[in-house]
């Protein structure tokens, strides 16, 4: 047998031939074949609590590094759980390979344990989802799933891995190159450059939209880069409120005015009102740059005449060709009117800075919270939760940023510390989160106080599920708002200290930064759990 290799080491060969160096995971009986040939092999296992957890921080980690990020989770019941951190991933648009175990290929049908169509239940959550057939074909599995994740719109990918194909023993067949694990490109060609350079030039009021993959260190470079070049801002969104974003401060405003909207990579739906009027005027034209033909053929149907440019290319591709192909836009004082608006914030959050009296209010929370963030190039700031994870957005800046994003789904935003801290060791990582969301994954503290990864998370306590309790205040009424409390004053720095990290308890505004020193000086997981008033999250408008 010597002369042979399990389909278990032939995996992790193409793991890292593809560069992988970290995987997230949460062992299980379908992949400790996995786990063996992952012994000394030089890919860290970072083993986690909760699978959906593992993929959250496979996100997190891929939108930091810029590469695939990889969650390895057992069969059945591990892989459902794991399909749950997908949608995240998917909205965000972020290279994402799920490894899961998978039952045997020769008991299918028979009964197997844990036996389950996996990929057909991942499948309307990633790019692809399939089931490995063989031994001899898992590495080509492998850096397809990884280039695929990559191209185009980046996305989740799946691949479950029967038990008997890990186990099979072969000849070891060649590796596929670093090459065929790479994104493949979709370059915006030179006509399409020129056509979009003359319609933004043409238009008086033109803006310019990117999409939640360009949400990136990386991305953000480039994205600057094409609004030094055309003197205009260009908007990255990412939010699940869309237009309503408060980190984009008055931009709804002034976008309601634009007589061009350019959307490169940027998907034309709910974020953007479907540019209906009266958020887009009905007489604005559109450029559509898109990876996807099926998107690119729905915004063609929904604008009908309004289309002035379409083509098809990847967002990156199109920031960087039209960075080339454009010239400075004229219209300097519609250049400003957009900067104004985007940069825009209530004086009234201001005032609230370290105001002593009464409940924290969450823009009190914030303010204190941003002397914390000025601490070089590699700071994170995560931010995750309903109404407070709106204030952190609005008020809270980093040089690297990671939200729940479009999805709108709450929990991740321990799972993305953790993986933050990974990505960058001697970085700042804060994370701001509601009470709500800390629920979701506090076992993940215990996480990071095994694999030595610290950070602060700060939890906005408000005692209830306040998204949803706005809602009812809204919708329904003060009288008819109910079922959405949580327990007063829960004590979530004592769980965090009981699973070995530091805790923080602040009932008062003036605790605030002693408290926050102490955490970031501890050296461990951290949470400063700060009772605050429950706030509608903030709505800016100009004027």
């Known amino acids: 047998m010597a002369d042979t290799i399990r389909g278990a080491e032939l995996l992790v060969r193409a793991l890292k031939q593809a560069g992988v160096t970290r995987i997230f995971s949460l062992s299980g009986n379908h992949i400790m074949p996995v786990y063996d040939a992952l012994f000394a092999s030089g890919i860290q296992i970072i083993h986690t609590r909760h699978e959906a957890a593992a993929v959250h921080m496979a996100d997190a980690w891929a939108r930091l590094t810029g590469e695939c990020g990889v969650a ?108 065929e694990s790479a994104p493949v490109p979709m370059p915006l060609s030179p006509e399409a450059a ?14 310019l939209v990117v999409p939640p993959a360009l949400c990136t260190p990386a991305g953000r470079v480039a994205v600057a880069a094409l609004a030094a070049r055309i003197g205009l801002p260009v908007v990255p969104m990412e939010s699940p409120r869309g237009l309503g974003d408060p980190s984009l401060g008055a931009y709804a405003q002034a976008l309601a005015e634009a007589d061009l909207v350019v ?80 940069a825009h914030r209530p004086d009234a959050w201001a005032a609230l800075a370290g105001a002593p009296d009464g409940p924290i209010h969450p823009a009190t929370l914030c303010q204190a919270l941003r002397p914390f963030l000025d601490a070089g190039p590699d700071t994170v700031l995560v931010s995750d939760g309903g109404e407070i994870g709106q204030w952190a957005q609005a008020i809270l800046s980093a040089p690297a940023r990671l939200i729940n994003g479009v999805a709108g789904a709450i929990g991740p935003s321990i799972p993305f510390a953790l993986a933050a801290r990974c990505a960058r060791p001697g970085a700042r990582i804060l994370a701001v989160l509601g009470d709500g969301t800390f629920g979701f994954h506090m076992a993940e503290f215990d996480t990071a106080h095994r694999h030595g990864l610290p950070f602060v998370a700060v939890v906005g306590n408000d005692a209830r599920w306040n998204a949803e ?3 009812q205040l809204r919708e329904y009424g003060a009288a008819r708002a109910h079922g959405c409390e949580l327990a007063p004053a829960t004590r979530y720095d004592l769980v965090v200290a009981a699973l070995g990290g530091h805790g923080e308890f602040v009932e008062r505004a003036e605790d605030l930064a002693p408290a926050l020193e102490r955490a970031f000086a501890s050296g461990k997981p951290a949470c400063v759990n700060v009772l605050i008033a429950g706030q509608a999250a903030p709505s800016v408008r100009m004027g």
């Open 72 to 179: 390895l989770v057992t069969g059945g019941q591990g892989h459902t759980n794991a399909v749950a951190g997908l949608p995240t991933a998917q909205a965000g648009e972020v290279p994402v390979l799920l490894l899961s175990g998978h039952a045997p290929l020769n008991e299918l049908g028979l009964g197997a344990f844990q036996e389950l169509e996996q990929a057909r239940m991942a499948e309307a959550l990633c790019k692809a989802a399939f089931t490995a057939s063989s031994a001899e074909t898992i590495g080509q599995d492998v850096a397809q799933a990884i280039s695929l994740a990559r191209s185009g719109r980046p996305g989740p990918v799946h691949l479950s891995l029967p038990t008997d194909v890990l186990d099979a023993r072969i000849e070891a067949p060649a590796l596929p190159g670093a090459a």
């Open 469 to 471: 309790h706005q809602i």
């Open 194 to 207: 020129a056509a979009i350079a003359a319609a933004i030039g043409a238009a008086q009021r033109p803006v």
């Open 263 to 342: 959307l490169l990579g940027k998907a034309l739906d709910f974020t953007l009102r479907f540019g209906r009027a009266p958020a887009i005027a009905a007489t604005a034209r559109f450029v559509v740059v898109e990876p996807e033909e099926a998107v690119l053929a729905r915004a063609v149907e929904s604008l009908g005449a309004r289309i002035a440019v379409t083509a098809m290319a990847g967002a990156a591709e199109a920031v960087g060709a039209l960075t080339t192909a454009a010239s400075p836009h004229p219209n300097a004082a519609w250049a400003d009117r957009l900067r104004a608006h985007i």
